[in-house]
């Protein structure tokens, strides 16, 4: 079964990695603080955050691997679908 562990970094900048078994894959993602303001959230809730972006990004995905650095700014700004699904997967 597949892990998905998210490390903070910096402001904004984490690490998420996804273990499964001994292999381990890592990439950067970026959270701004604005799409957690939007979502009425706190920098505690980063993690939560995260997890569920990168859960619907791979749902909604055509089967290709996560890239190596995902700005989630970026999407939550530009995709109105993907603001409507995230803010409806974090109120259930």
Do not use: C, N
């Not at 959270?31 to 990004?57: F, N, W």
């Amino acid at each position: 079964m597949t892990e998905m562990v998210v490390i903070p970094m910096s402001s904004g900048e984490y690490v998420l990695q996804f273990q499964d078994g001994d292999h381990v894959t890592d990439h950067r993602v970026d959270l701004s603080k604005e799409m957690l303001t939007e979502l009425g959230r706190s920098p505690d809730d980063a993690r939560e955050v995260i997890r569920a972006s990168i859960q619907l990004l791979m749902e909604d995905g055509d089967g290709t691997p996560l890239a190596p650095s995902v700005d989630l700014g970026s999407r939550w700004g530009g995709d109105r679908g993907f603001r409507e699904q995230l803010t409806d997967r974090l109120r259930a």
